[in-house]
Every structure is written in structure tokens, then in C-alpha cells.
């Protein structure tokens, strides 16, 4: 009897199955490992920071991407936009590319200095419903220009021409200023079919040598005439 008793002592309870059961699930799962690197991947842009670079969620999810913009990717990324991060490692990756803009209405390009558009044999064309320029200085060197619209409108504190010839035709010329000064060394003429002239103080021609001359009519009327 004391041995029937030990034996039973010294084996192992029965286990149910639902006890296995919720010790199953009690169990962590395995850790899975990291796919592989690839050497490029798509995220999108979640936000850019002062110094440059972008935080970019990979769309399969993880851990954010703090990227900084290569130099032959000129679209300036935006929140939103889904690009492409390419890099030796997860730990040193470079946005290159915009692959889709979530605003497709406003891309700018941005160079960090210096930018030059060059074309070797053909020609530049920029065509835009609106052009707008704006610079603290610049300098435009054409050989041979032609400008062609239906309306200019020029605003400036100090204007400078300088050049050999001016050719100018017009319909109409007005020219409204407060002082007005003109300086002709050689020639100047007028041709007109009628002119008016008039001053509200005073008149001056002086000259070595003044002609007056009239096909039919020389009339001279003031209060005071003095000649001599």
C-alpha cells in the first residue's frame, strides 16, 4: 500500500488541454527580425526640420527616417509627399527623390548656392500664365533682344539709359514731370504741325544768331514790347 501510494506521489499531474491552451497564449512571441536593406525604400514626409533634413515615415512602417535632401534632388520636399530614400545603410540614408506631392499646385526648386541653367546647343523656353522675379540684384547681358506685349508699366526711384541711338514711334507721347533738363551738343530739330508753347512766368530763347520767319503771319502782342 505505501508503495502504490509513492508511485502515485512521484508521477506528474495531468495536464488539460486548456490549461495548454492559455499557456500558449501566455507565451511571447518570437522576436522578428528586420528585412533586409535593400539600398532604397518609400516613405512619406511627415516634417522638415531647421537644419535641412526630413523626417520620413517608411511606409511600411517603423521607425522615422531623419534624411537629409541629396544634392540632385531640386524639388524641395513637402509634408506629405511621398519620396524615395536610398543609402549604404538604415543609419545613413538620403532623400533623392519626390515620387508624388501631396500638393502637385506649388513645387519650388532649390539649389543650396549657386544655380545655372545651361543649354550646350539649343534654346531655353519658359512658358507660365504668370511670371513673377524677384532678386536684390541683376544683371541681364543680351546681344540682340526683342520684347513684344500689349502693355509695360515701369516703377522706379532712379532710372539711367545709356546708348548710342534711340529710335522711338509712337501714336501718342506724354510726359509729365516736375524738372526738366536737356542737353543737345549738336542738332536738334523739330517737325511738327503745330506747336504750343507756353510758360507761366517766363519765355527765354537766346542765341548768336535767332530767325523768325513766317509765310503769312508774324503777330507780336504784350503790353510792353522792347527791341533794340
Not at 77 to 93: I, S, T
Not at 116 to 142: C, E, H
Not at 190 to 196: P, S
Request: net charge neutral.
Amino acid at each position: 500500500m505505501n508503495q502504490r501510494v509513492l508511485r502515485e506521489a512521484a508521477s506528474p499531474p495531468s495536464v488539460t488541454p486548456e490549461a495548454e491552451m492559455h499557456a500558449l497564449l501566455r507565451k511571447p512571441l518570437p522576436a522578428q527580425a528586420a528585412p533586409a536593406w535593400t539600398g532604397s525604400a518609400l516613405g512619406t514626409v511627415v516634417q522638415s526640420l531647421p537644419d535641412g533634413r526630413f523626417v520620413v515615415e517608411p511606409q511600411p512602417g517603423g521607425a522615422p527616417w531623419h534624411c537629409p535632401r541629396a544634392a540632385s534632388c531640386l524639388l524641395q520636399p513637402a509634408v506629405g509627399d511621398v519620396v524615395l530614400v536610398a543609402g549604404p545603410q538604415r543609419e545613413q540614408l538620403f532623400l533623392i527623390a519626390v515620387i508624388t506631392q501631396a500638393d502637385p499646385s506649388q513645387s519650388q526648386l532649390v539649389a543650396e548656392g549657386d544655380l545655372t541653367i545651361r543649354s550646350r546647343r539649343g534654346g531655353i523656353a519658359l512658358q507660365a500664365s504668370s511670371f513673377a522675379l524677384q532678386a536684390d540684384k541683376a544683371t541681364v547681358d543680351i546681344t540682340d533682344m526683342a520684347y513684344r506685349g500689349a502693355e509695360v508699366r515701369v516703377t522706379t526711384l532712379v532710372a539711367r539709359f545709356v546708348g548710342r541711338t534711340l529710335e522711338t514711334v509712337l501714336d501718342r507721347l506724354s510726359l509729365l514731370t516736375r524738372s526738366s533738363f536737356r542737353l543737345t551738343e549738336e542738332v536738334e530739330q523739330v517737325r511738327a504741325g503745330q506747336i504750343d508753347m507756353q510758360a507761366a512766368q517766363s519765355l527765354r530763347l537766346h542765341a548768336r544768331n535767332t530767325f523768325v520767319t513766317s509765310q503769312a503771319l508774324v503777330k507780336v502782342d504784350a503790353e510792353q514790347i522792347h527791341m533794340g
